[in-house]
C-alpha cells in the first residue's frame, strides 16, 4: 500500500537531520505539486507505523531522527517519537506564547492561550518520565503519561472552542496529538515488556 505524503510536510521533518536510512526498504509516494518523488521506507519501520492511527505522520515524524545504527524496534522507535513530541512541543509553546504577545487585547484569546501553554509545558516536564518508564520496562507509568498528554493536547483545542475562536495553533495541535497518539498505540500494542 502507498501513502501520499505531502512534500512540504515530509520535508519540515526533514530538515532535522540528513541521516540514511539503511536495511531493506519499500518505497511511498511523495507528492509536490504535479511531480511524484519517491522515498524509500524501512519495511520494519512500515509495519510498526502502519499499525498506528496515524501511519503517515508516524512515518514522517519518525524518519528525520533514524540513523544507520538505529535500531528499527518498538522500543527504539517509541524513544524517537519521545523526541520528535519534545521537539514539535517546544516549537508550540514557541508558538503560543508569541501569540499571546499579540492577543494581549483580548482577554478570551490570552485566557486560551495560556492554558495551552501550561498544557506545552506540562507535555515538556512528562519527558523524563516516559523516558524513565520506558528504561524501567513501566507500562502502566508510560500510559498514563502519554494519555495525560493527549489530554492536554484537546484541552487546549477545547479552550480555543468553548471561546469561540479560531485556534491559530490547530495544526501544530493536530499534529501533536496525532505523534503522541501514535506513541500511546506503539506502546499498548507494541511494546511489550
Known amino acids: 500500500m502507498k501513502h501520499l505524503i505531502p512534500f512540504d510536510v515530509f520535508f519540515l521533518f526533514f530538515i532535522f537531520t540528513t541521516s540514511s536510512i ?3 526498504r519499500s518505497s511511498y509516494d511523495v507528492r509536490q505539486g504535479d511531480q511524484t ?19 503517515v505522520e508516524c512515518l514522517i515524524t519518525t524518519i528525520p531522527f533514524l540513523h544507520e545504527k538505529t535500531a528499527i524496534n518498538p522500543v527504539s522507535i517509541l524513544k524517537i517519537k519521545v523526541e520528535a513530541v519534545d521537539i514539535k512541543t517546544k516549537e508550540a509553546l514557541d508558538k503560543a506564547s508569541k501569540l499571546l504577545l499579540y492577543s494581549s487585547n483580548s482577554k478570551p484569546a ?4 495560556n492554558i495551552c501553554i501550561d498544557n506545552y509545558k506540562s507535555i515538556l516536564e512528562s519527558k523524563h518520565r516516559i523516558l524513565d518508564a520506558i528504561l524501567l520496562g513501566d507500562d502502566k507509568q508510560l500510559r498514563v503519561e502519554l494519555s495525560s498528554n493527549v489530554d492536554k493536547i484537546y484541552h487546549c483545542e477545547d479552550a480555543f472552542e468553548e471561546a469561540n475562536i479560531k485556534s491559530p495553533i490547530l495544526e501544530v495541535n493536530s499534529l501533536l496529538g496525532k505523534m503522541i497518539t501514535n506513541s500511546l498505540t506503539i506502546t499498548i500494542e507494541m511494546v511489550h515488556f
Not at 490570552?110 to 492561550?113: E, R, S
Open 110 to 113: 490570552t485566557f486560551c492561550f
Open 22 to 24: 539503511a536495511l531493506a
Open 37 to 55: 518523488l519517491p522515498v524509500v521506507i524501512n519495511p520494519k519501520l512500515q509495519r510498526i507505523c502502519d499499525q498506528t492511527d496515524n501511519p
